[in-house]
């Protein structure tokens, strides 16, 4: 360990952290978050606070991937502290608003600056059209109705169709009406272009609080569902006994669950990250720390109903996007380990292809990444949405729920294929795997892209 870097004890003030070198900065941020992080959850804030000084003189939202990323994290583990004291917390957040507007403009330039979500229409919206052949009447329920341009797309491909298009009905599910207002409008206008017969129903709801009777599936209509990043936020949804009640809600028994993780492109944060933890980082244990909690246990009961409502609709098809990330383990170590390496390849992404001094790339990292690590790494029970897992498990509780998977098409994936290579960056790829795409950055996994069907 180098000598400008704390080690899991007591740390002391360091003045002369501001001298150090470039090529070493990033490597003594990866030190110093998780030496803080172990401090924080062993409950040690006096030496956490030492350290977020030390952060303090090297990290920046403005800097490069690795001082950004390292700034958004130290910030988290700032708030997991301040929830020990839920007055100031309160006080300190009381006037942070995220106007529509603002929800708006950021799901859009996530939408612009990255091709994840692009090549997941290109891949759901073929999906549905091989499973609705044929079909003259075309139920589409849309679990996050934020975005018109996946739906546009599919009524060009729909008007094109040798029979003539489709009577097509989208019923659209989102917690803003705003949001809903605007998607209605931008559909109804396309679909009157295209001559698509077509009717928009809006639900504004949480996702949790969906009504099932206002989908209002009918007898002759073929169904389609499309989940486009939403399915895990079910999973905070359980037994919440299972949750310590200590105002900091730290695990005494965390700890670091070292995996082999593929190695990402030299020279990137991911790099360093997986270089350092093999290297230079021993996991802290408690005598007295006690188990991982079952995750499965607590949290399946309310995905597995929400499931099974979804099967019970007998769709056709159902496609899933998720992230590809293990995001939801019962320690704050594991899952801060997990997000550094989801978060360090999403950074190097914007690091790669969009300028540093991008307001709306900043907008990105702020507004969307940075609240999703704070999610992660700050919050507990069901404060703590963003419980993002990895394709396998999903694919355990769809068959649990009478979901069978339905392989992607080769000509699917083979669009998929040629709109990523037309993104202009060399850094992105997509690997197959039992059917489904995994949309990665260099080696890491970071979405996946799955269709199922509901078994007879």
Known sequence: MMSFSPSLGSPQPQPLLRQVKFEERGLCLIHLLLSCANHVANGNI?????????????????????????????????????????????????????????????HKLFYELFPFLKVAFVLSNQAILEAMKGERMIHIIDLNAAEPAQWISLFQALSARPEGPPHL???????????????????????????????????????????FDKLRVKTGEALA???????????????????RKSPLLLNSGDRVHRQRVLPMSQSTFGDLLEK????????????????????????????????????????????VTEQDSNHNGSSLMERLLEALYTYAALFDCLESTVSRTSLERLRVEKMLFGEEIKNIVAC??????????????????????????????????????????????EGYRMREENGCVLICWEDRSLFSISAWKSMK
Request: glycine share 4%; hydrophobic share 40%; charged share 25%.
């Open 225 to 243: 569902i499309s989940s486009i990043l939403q399915l895990h936020s079910f999973l905070a949804f359980g037994n919440e006994a299972m949750w």
């Open 46 to 106: 006096e030496n956490a606070n030492i350290i977020f000084e030390q952060i303090s003189m090297l990290a920046s939202p403005a800097g490069d991937a690795m001082q950004r990323i390292a700034a958004y994290f130290s910030e988290a583990l700032a708030d997991r502290i301040l929830k020990s004291w839920p007055g100031i917390h309160k006080a300190l957040n009381s006037t942070r608003m995220t106007m529509v507007s603002e929800e708006i403009l950021v």
């Open 380 to 425: 507990e029970g069901s404060e703590r949405k963003e419980r993002h897992e990895k394709l396998d498990k999903w694919f355990r509780r769809f068959d649990l729920a009478g979901f069978s998977n339905v392989p992607l098409s080769y000509f699917g994936m083979m669009q998929a294929s040629r709109f990523l290579q037309s993104s202009g960056c």
């Open 276 to 319: 350092d933890i093999a290297n230079s980082y021993t996991s802290s244990r408690d005598s007295t720390s006690s188990s991982p909690l079952p995750l499965i246990t607590s949290n399946s009961m309310n995905m597995e109903k929400f499931l099974n409502a979804l099967r019970r609709l007998i769709p056709k098809i159902m496609v």
């Open 169 to 211: 009905r989208i019923t659209g599910v989102y917690s803003k009406k705003e949001i809903l207002d605007q998607v209605a409008y931008k559909l109804i206008e396309e679909a009157e272009k295209l001559d698509i017969p077509f009717q928009f129903n809006p639900i504004v709801s949480k996702l949790e609080n969906l009504d």
